[in-house]
């Protein structure tokens, strides 16, 4: 869950690495009694996310600007809609617009690519997923982001659940140590909260995992990792139910519903914040000058 806390966090490092000492332009060119109003507009059609982080950005700059959100994270919205208004002090709206635009324009740009890839599966019973492939600092933002376009999360951390990998298992194997076993003893002394997935490149791998699952304690996942279709098609067959079947690897909105329709439970793709390409949003901006006399600005995507 994204908290406050943790907005004001990041957002707080963002405004420190942007104006370490102040915003010279806005304190030199304008006037300190100057005040402003700003559309935050679309220019692309897409799906809303990160309001609360883009207020942040102003609020954190002066509690005085006032943010007003048209949208809620998860909503749809078109080229032209103004997604929401700022209004107060000019010198800290502009001091925060490109921090406010650049967490908003990189969240709504996550949002917009999950939900393609949720559409492009919509009828089967694949659910899409995130991975840790975030970007280092704002994995929470981007994990909201994937929740706002209507995927789900992965583990959060390495802290959550045990994932053993591929290179988990190789460096197992290459000490002589029994997959089956280890992961038996896993099971044995993990909490029963714990969930336990291990990833597979073939399908013979499959049933030496799921041989270590217990009456007490079971394998919770098996992650198919860059199989065919029609490998992927066998493996859920062979796993029949014992695990929940994760795909993953070789997942793009070309390949996705091809991937859904083989029965899997899970597909995981880190395309979803590695590449998400940030969303076009622009602030429209009205400065009223000391002599009450308006001026429009238009800060872009860029």
């Given at each position: 869950?994204?908290t406050?806390?943790h907005?004001d966090?990041?957002?707080?490092?963002?405004l420190?690495?942007?104006?370490p000492?102040g915003?010279?332009?806005?304190?030199?060119?304008i006037?300190e009694?100057?005040?402003a109003?700003?559309?935050?507009?679309?220019?692309?059609p897409?799906?809303?996310?990160?309001?609360?982080?883009f207020?942040?950005a102003f609020?954190?700059?002066?509690p005085?600007v006032a943010?007003?959100?048209?949208?809620r994270?998860g909503e749809?919205?078109?080229?032209g809609?103004v997604?929401?208004?700022?209004a107060?002090?000019?010198?800290?709206?502009?001091?925060?617009?490109?921090?406010?635009?650049?967490?908003?324009?990189?969240m709504?740009?996550?949002?917009t690519?999950t939900?393609?890839?949720v559409a492009?599966?919509?009828?089967?019973?694949?659910?899409?997923?995130d991975?840790?492939?975030?970007?280092?600092?704002?994995?929470?933002?981007?994990?909201h982001?994937?929740?706002?376009?209507?995927?789900?999360?992965?583990r959060y951390s390495?802290?959550?659940?045990?994932?053993?990998?591929?290179?988990?298992?190789?460096?197992?194997t290459?000490?002589?140590?029994?997959?089956?076993?280890a992961?038996?003893?896993?099971?044995?002394?993990?909490?029963h909260?714990?969930?336990?997935?291990?990833?597979?490149d073939?399908?013979?791998q499959?049933?030496p995992?799921?041989?270590?699952?217990?009456a007490?304690?079971?394998?919770?996942?098996?992650?198919?990792d860059?199989?065919?279709?029609?490998?992927?098609r066998?493996?859920?067959a062979?796993?029949?139910?014992?695990?929940?079947?994760?795909?993953s690897?070789?997942?793009?909105?070309?390949?996705?519903a091809a991937?859904?329709a083989?029965?899997?439970d899970?597909?995981?793709?880190g395309?979803?914040?590695h590449?998400?390409?940030?969303?076009?949003?622009?602030l429209?901006a009205?400065?009223?000058?000391?002599?009450g006399d308006?001026?429009?600005?238009?800060?872009?995507?860029?």
């Amino acid at each position: 869950m994204l908290t406050r806390r943790h907005i004001d966090r990041v957002v707080a490092a963002a405004l420190d690495e942007d104006a370490p000492w102040g915003d010279l332009t806005s304190r030199y060119l304008i006037p300190e009694d100057a005040v402003a109003t700003a559309d935050l507009v679309a220019r692309e059609p897409g799906v809303f996310s990160g309001g609360e982080v883009f207020a942040a950005a102003f609020a954190l700059t002066d509690p005085a600007v006032a943010v007003r959100l048209h949208r809620r994270d998860g909503e749809s919205f078109a080229a032209g809609d103004v997604l929401a208004t700022v209004a107060g002090p000019a010198r800290a709206v502009l001091t925060a617009e490109r921090v406010g635009l650049n967490f908003v324009q990189r969240m709504s740009g996550i949002a917009t690519l999950t939900a393609r890839y949720v559409a492009a599966v919509a009828g089967t019973r694949a659910r899409i997923a995130d991975t840790r492939k975030t970007t280092p600092g704002l994995r929470a933002l981007e994990r909201h982001a994937v929740r706002s376009g209507g995927g789900r999360n992965h583990r959060y951390s390495l802290s959550d659940a045990v994932m053993a990998k591929d290179n988990h298992l190789a460096v197992l194997t290459a000490g002589g140590a029994d997959v089956t076993a280890a992961l038996r003893t896993a099971l044995a002394e993990l909490p029963h909260t714990a969930h336990i997935e291990v990833e597979v490149d073939r399908l013979d791998q499959i049933e030496p995992v799921l041989a270590a699952s217990t009456a007490a304690a079971r394998i919770g996942t098996i992650m198919l990792d860059n199989f065919s279709l029609d490998d992927l098609r066998a493996g859920v067959a062979q796993v029949a139910g014992r695990a929940t079947v994760e795909a993953s690897g070789g997942v793009s909105l070309e390949t996705v519903a091809a991937i859904a329709a083989t029965g899997v439970d899970v597909i995981s793709v880190g395309a979803l914040t590695h590449s998400a390409r940030a969303l076009d949003l622009g602030l429209d901006a009205r400065i009223a000058r000391g002599d009450g006399d308006v001026a429009p600005a238009s800060t872009p995507a860029g």
